[in-house]
């Protein structure tokens, strides 16, 4: 047998790695069950994967990383990384990502809510070609109002990035590693995960289930950071604010324009003489007060992307780590360097 033969011998009988990304926050009651539930199905539903679990912990108050620390110590398959503080869940969500080594990644919230059942059908999607294959929540445990509300805002969102993401289309996902790659060459500041990656698929299918009860523990997104998270997702993928701004701002100086004519053409050729209208002069002043208020906020957000983005910060700070072979760097969770777009074309061709 030739070396090249040999070769493909070892890449056949190779088994895809699957990495798991778990991204927690005070979670010392979830991660063994959900450890215990990953383990449970590779072993017994999809045995012809290996996979890693690696945990992205935002600097958890309580004793989480002292728990996933002796999972670890038993189990090599599972990688631990703490920050040295909390980052927020779309910048951990980016660094597991960034971490992973696997063919593919799946994303997976540690309280059991989305069920690592469901692996078996993502795993056969993308073994079907799939690039991208989203958890579609058939229902939520949440007043309706709320559902409608989630529902705009995924249509909203759909609009601004082309389609790309799906109605009820959650966090818990597969991505494959060609995705993975195109992660390592964005440098964004404010990451917005979900919609990035839906962006970036090629192939995107989605996959309905329903959402269990949390086991336990409570939700870290309540209704007021719900609200910051739209504001982001809005932000990360579109301008329209700052459009929105300048069409009312377009419409208010016209409807003045229109208005002062009206006052003119009544005095000269009617004789009409117009009362003082104090109260009328206050609130069109505090109106036009509160819209510059507003707009000077929206572009205030821009531009305060724009300063924090210039900056180049590192996306996260790691603390400690467990299981990571030689350590985790700077270099492994932050974006690749800018090249030229010849040198990009030569270092894919000498890849392939």
Known sequence: MDGATRADAVLEKRRPLISIICPVFNEEDNVANLHAEVSRVFENAVPDYDHELIFTD????D????????????????RVARFARNFGFHKSVMTGYRLASGDAAIQIDCDLQDPPDLFVEFLQHWEDG?????????????????????????????????????????????????ILDQLRWIDDVQPYTRGLTSS????????????????????????RRLFGLAAEGVLAHSILPLRIASFVGLLIAVATVLLTGGYLIGGIFFGSEWPSGFSTLVVLTLFGIGLNAIFLGVIGEYVGRLYLQMQKRPMTIIEQTANFPSGVSEHSIKAAPKTSASEQIETESELS
């Open 58 to 61: 935002n600097h958890s108050t």
């Open 63 to 78: 004793d989480t990383f002292g728990r996933l620390s002796q999972i670890a110590e038993k189990d090599p398959r599972v």
């Open 130 to 178: 799939h690039d991208a294959v989203v958890g579609v929540r058939r229902n939520r445990d949440e007043p309706k109002v709320l559902q409608t509300m989630r529902n705009a805002f995924y249509h909203l969102m759909n609009k601004l990035a082309g389609d790309s993401m799906l109605v009820g289309g959650g966090d818990f996902r597969l991505i494959d590693r060609s």
């Open 200 to 223: 970036l698929a090629r192939r995107q299918i989605g996959v309905p289930f329903d959402r269990k009860a949390r086991q336990h523990g409570e939700s870290k997104y309540p209704l």
